[in-house]
Nanobody, 125 residues
């Protein structure tokens, strides 16, 4: 199983980016797929998650109203649309997946079975 996160880059504050998480050897249906990020010198934090069984979405307070997570079943890809980006959004973003029912909380990173390699998002002020 491999997850591939992509779409990061350098953007000015107020701009947008769309991150993609593609899986090989794994199907995202009936899974929780989370996005986490880690900024330099800070701990990893949960950003957003989608449970593909029911399309329920979860967002950290810091990104509510600005980020949107969604799932394209045909492409087996989970996206994170990030709008109104702020310098404090600068981090390496990771996607992770775990089969439905195999986790206690979508916010617990240790509960995810599979991780992508991360994609760097840099937001300039």
């Amino acid at each position: 199983v491999q997850l591939q996160a992509s779409g990061g880059g350098l953007v000015q504050a107020g701009g947008s980016l769309r991150l993609s998480c593609v899986a090989s050897g794994y199907f995202f249906d009936d899974s929780a797929v989370g996005w986490f990020r880690q900024a330099p010198g800070k701990e990893r934090e949960g950003v957003s998650c989608i449970t593909t069984t029911d399309s329920r979405t979860y967002y950290a307070d810091s990104v509510k109203g600005r980020f949107t997570v969604f799932f394209d079943n045909d492409k087996n890809t989970v996206y994170l649309q990030m709008n109104i980006l702020k310098p404090e959004d600068t981090a390496i973003y990771y996607c992770a997946a775990v089969p439905e029912g195999n986790y206690n909380s979508v916010w617990t990173a240790d509960g995810y079975d599979y991780w992508g390699q991360g994609t760097l998002v840099t937001v300039s002020s």
